[in-house]
């Protein structure tokens, strides 16, 4: 209690210590991640690169070791290959989802009909 009261006085003073800020961004602190590959070599490009912590590599479902800087690259052994892009600041999205590969790609069924009892 008697810290609270201490902390309210010195917030009415106006001496509280910085504890930090998000820098002003007039774009805000949103990116876009976007996976594209050539042959086994895939890359994650984003639009702010400043904004992401890393981005982390999934072969079949496998995660890999993280990648922390630009470019982020990977190398797959010919697996199902998928990205996620996290947010090194507060975000309401922290994850951002990328797939490519040669997953099986199952048709949806077409010509269905309801059979009455």
Known sequence: MASQRRCLARLASGRLDDI???EYRPGGYAFTATLSNSGLNYTVTVNAPDLVRMVVFYENGVPQAPDYSPPFTYTSSGG??????????ADPNPV????????EQIEPAQNLRVVPN
Do not use: E, N
Request: charged share 15%.
């Open 20 to 22: 930090g800020a998000y």
């Open 80 to 89: 199902t290959v998928t990205a996620k892009a996290y947010a090194r600041y």
């Open 96 to 103: 951002r989802t990328a797939v490519a590969g040669s997953g």
